[in-house]
């Protein structure tokens, strides 16, 4: 007898993934020249030169016992304050190494803050669209996903949705701005009606309502677009960062959690995290990429290509009828399908255009569909005819 929800997370490949398995083969049939593929939201830039030049330095210079070594479960005490002193610079904080909980990515981070919350009935709120696996990570914890419809007219907050959702079962909120998949970041004025509920809320309930901030498009922003730092707006914040988008490093798998002394019972809460690690047999995050990160903390890839890509596809596709809100950061925008069956819509750009795109569905959202533009300018420019062609399908 096996756990039969492992059995199935296991076997169940993610449609993103089945997407880009299928360009792969298509790829390997007909070339890449003629296969559009916007599945996956792997970065397609290379990571600055100081990732490189300081893991080759790292390797050349520091004593090995210490730099493979297992370093402090919560991460080396130097490495927090580094990227303390990053944050405050940015973020006009003042956070030090024991604000600072190393994780193997942001989703590692999202895991002990969720593991390290939960109690059985609790309940998290998160917001359509989402990332698919918040729904594997919360439940994982023990606790069940109360999911709000998207505002499809702008992707902010449907605030009456929210506050009906509301109830003494709510443990937590978490937020995804900039988002995946819409690329929407919150407004002020979103972020300051959200933490005024929860303010609200918790007091009614008599038991903190934390909002999990999972950031890792954080850098990724057009136009200069302002994303409100929310420990500034909300004592019960835990931020969940990620290198994995803004310095281009997925496969290094490089987070952090910040618990702020300003959280009811801050010492608790990073403890129930710290046990969570543990729990979940993290053990430390790696530790010579906590060096790397914490050195190159406040640079970013170069990641203009992302808003070039942007602004062609936006612009594109407007043109050709589809609707599409702007997004204001991240590699992903989410324009609505030109049938309300997202799937179907997705499956003939796939069948008779080799165009994959993923369906809104998946995402808490039908109706749209999923364009993830981290790939080279050339295949923006050549995929327009394609998206044409889609289009003049359905007229
Ligand atoms: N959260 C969101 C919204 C994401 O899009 C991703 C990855 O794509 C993650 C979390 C996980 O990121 P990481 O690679 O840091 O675990």
Same mark, same amino acid.
């Given at each position: 007898m096996l756990n039969e929800r492992m059995v199935s997370l296991g076997t169940q490949r993610s449609v993103i993934r089945?997407? $880009?398995?299928? +360009?792969?083969?298509?790829?390997?049939?007909?070339? @890449? #020249?003629n296969v559009y593929d916007f599945s996956l939201g792997n970065p397609s830039v290379p990571s600055p030169a100081c990732v490189n030049e300081t893991a080759v330095r790292l390797i050349n210079e520091m004593d090995p016992v210490v730099l493979h070594g297992y370093t402090s479960a919560? +991460?080396?005490?130097g490495v927090r304050q580094m990227i303390a002193d990053s944050i405050n610079a940015r973020f006009d904080t003042s956070f030090g190494p024991d604000n600072l909980y190393m994780t193997v990515g942001a989703a590692a981070a999202l895991c002990c803050c969720l593991n390290g919350l939960s109690c059985p009935g609790d309940e998290f709120i998160v917001f359509a669209p989402y990332f698919p696996e918040y729904k594997v990570f919360i439940e994982g914890a023990g606790a069940s996903m109360k999911l709000i419809p998207a505002d499809i007219e702008n992707f902010q907050i449907d605030f009456d949705a929210f506050k009906q959702a509301i109830n003494e079962h709510t443990k937590g909120v978490l937020v995804n701005s900039p988002n995946n998949p819409c690329g929407a970041v919150y407004s002020e004025e979103t972020v300051k009606k959200l933490t005024?509920?929860? @303010?609200?809320?918790?007091? @009614?309930?008599n038991h903190p309502i934390y909002l999990i901030a999972d950031e890792p498009y954080r850098e990724i922003v057009f136009e200069g677009t302002f994303v409100p730092y929310l420990p500034k707006y909300y004592k019960n914040t835990l931020v969940c960062y990620s290198w994995s988008k803004s310095l281009?490093?997925?496969? #290094?798998?490089?987070?952090?959690?910040?618990?702020?002394? #300003?959280?009811? #019972?801050?010492?608790?809460?990073?403890?129930?995290?710290?046990?969570?690690?543990?729990?979940l047999g993290y053990v430390n995050a790696p530790g010579l990429f906590q060096r790397v990160c914490a050195a190159?903390?406040?640079?970013?890839?170069?990641?203009?290509?992302?808003?070039?890509?942007?602004?062609?596809?936006?612009?594109?596709?407007?043109?050709?009828?589809?609707?599409?809100?702007?997004?204001? +950061?991240? $590699?992903?925008? $989410?324009?609505?399908t030109l049938i309300p069956d997202d799937v179907a819509f997705c499956e003939r750009a796939k069948t008779d255009f080799n165009l994959l795109i993923v369906p809104g569905v998946g995402f808490g959202c039908p109706g749209h569909a999923r364009i993830s533009y981290c790939v080279p300018t050339e295949r923006v420019k050549r995929s327009?005819?394609? $998206?044409?062609?889609?289009?003049?399908?359905?007229?």
């Open positions: 089945e997407l $880009f398995e299928y +360009g792969k083969q298509k790829i390997a049939e007909i070339g @890449e #020249e919560q +991460g080396d005490a005024a509920i929860l @303010e609200e809320k918790s007091a @009614e309930y281009s490093l997925p496969g #290094e798998r490089m987070g952090y959690i910040v618990v702020p002394d #300003e959280m009811d #019972e801050h010492e608790l809460v990073y403890a129930a995290i710290a046990g969570a690690g543990r729990s190159c903390a406040s640079e970013t890839a170069d990641i203009s290509v992302y808003e070039t890509n942007k602004n062609l596809l936006v612009s594109g596709l407007r043109d050709m009828g589809y609707h599409v809100v702007e997004p204001g +950061g991240t $590699f992903y925008m $989410f324009p609505r327009l005819d394609v $998206f044409e062609k889609l289009a003049k399908s359905y007229q």
